[in-house]
């Protein structure tokens, strides 16, 4: 299937695709020469392609991908590939098809869920946020329906689930401090594992079979060696990665035993704004790298604490992945919304 996947992408990998990319870079940037940019077109035009496949061929162990039959999870993994490579504007897709989709998105005021719900609605998906504001906001909910409530309460869950009829569930209502799970873990263990899993038990219930999950890098723990692929040892060091991490483990149990169809996508560091700056980030407190550095640099915070100064690098700092807040978007997209 992976290599299904990666030809698709190579044999859609136009010029057209790549000129559009040359266009808009000479938006963002004009005094870049023109007569240079069409120079290094062919050499571009096939490196860059190259690259993103194989940049997407070490993203699929990651995003785990169930049955190869499983048409919208295979399909919309394709999408955003497509999408991730710049191909968006350059693929016809039945608007009927995305528009028959319906996803509840649990969690959507938050940072990466509100983000998520303009994305599933740019795409033509039917959405339905549920989130309790205790960490989200409701102003950040552009986009579909709002529900205001909790996976914990059975009765609203099971009511919403009855009458949505969606197609697939995607999950953002975690707590995600590590230091607080530290201090606090049966908060996270009730809330990360516990409603979690209640959220997957009235999904079954209800014939729902497709669920994205919002897992995390820290499954991983202290790295082994670097960067760190899918064939790394799992081995959390903190409440809030342990949770993650037994949600994933019940995830392919529950594929086995009831078919349950899912996505768990690990990273850390998001950070941005979608492009038409509707959304941004704004946690409270603050705990997130990008926006610490921004902050110290403004003069909003007096200053940023680095932890560590032996790891080997040029200045001994930590150097760590940040992830895009768009992309990551794009990137859920690769299951389940249009077939």
């Not at 136009?14 to 005094?31: F, G, M, T, V, Y």
């Not at 955003?80 to 009927?96: C, M, P, Q, R, T």
């Not at 038990?201 to 729902?208: D, E, F, K, P, T």
């Amino acid at each position: 299937m992976r290599l299904a996947l990666t030809d698709r992408f190579r044999a859609r990998w136009s010029n057209a695709i790549h000129d559009e990319w040359i266009r808009n870079l000479l938006k963002q940037r004009p005094e870049f020469d023109h007569v240079a940019l069409e120079k290094t077109r062919t050499l571009m035009n096939s490196s860059v392609r190259d690259s993103l496949v194989e940049g997407f061929e070490h993203l699929i162990p990651a995003i785990e991908l169930p049955d190869p039959d499983d048409r919208h999870v295979v399909a919309q993994t394709t999408r955003w590939f497509e999408i991730a490579g710049g191909a968006a504007n350059d693929v016809e897709l039945d608007s009927k098809e995305i528009t028959d989709m319906k996803v509840l998105v649990v969690g959507g005021a938050g940072y990466i869920g509100s983000h998520m719900v303009k994305t599933l609605h740019v795409q033509g998906c039917q959405v339905t946020t549920l989130d309790n504001l205790s960490a989200g906001y409701r102003d950040a909910v552009r986009y579909g329906n709002f529900v205001e409530g909790d996976i914990a309460d059975h009765s609203l869950l099971d009511s919403l689930l009855q009458d949505g009829a969606f197609d697939a569930v995607m999950h953002f209502a975690s707590w995600i401090q590590v230091g607080e799970s530290v201090q606090h873990p049966q908060k996270y263990y009730q809330n990360n594992v516990t409603h979690t899993l209640q959220l997957l038990h009235a999904m079954l219930a209800h014939g729902i079979r497709h669920f994205i999950f919002s897992s995390t890098a820290a499954i991983f723990g202290e790295p082994q060696y670097c960067p760190i692929d899918e064939a790394h040892p799992k081995g959390p060091i903190n409440p809030y990665g342990r949770t993650k991490w037994m949600i994933e483990q019940a995830l392919a149990d529950y594929a086995s035993a009831y078919g349950l169809h899912s996505v768990a996508l690990r990273y850390f560091n998001a950070a941005g704004a979608d492009p038409d700056a509707e959304l941004g980030e704004r946690h409270d407190p603050e705990t997130h790298l990008i926006p610490l550095v921004l902050q110290a640099a403004s003069g909003r915070r007096p200053a940023m604490t680095v932890f560590g100064r032996d790891y080997p690098t040029p200045d001994g700092a930590t150097v760590s992945v940040t992830l895009s807040m768009w992309p990551i978007s794009a990137m859920r997209i690769g299951a389940p919304c249009n077939s």
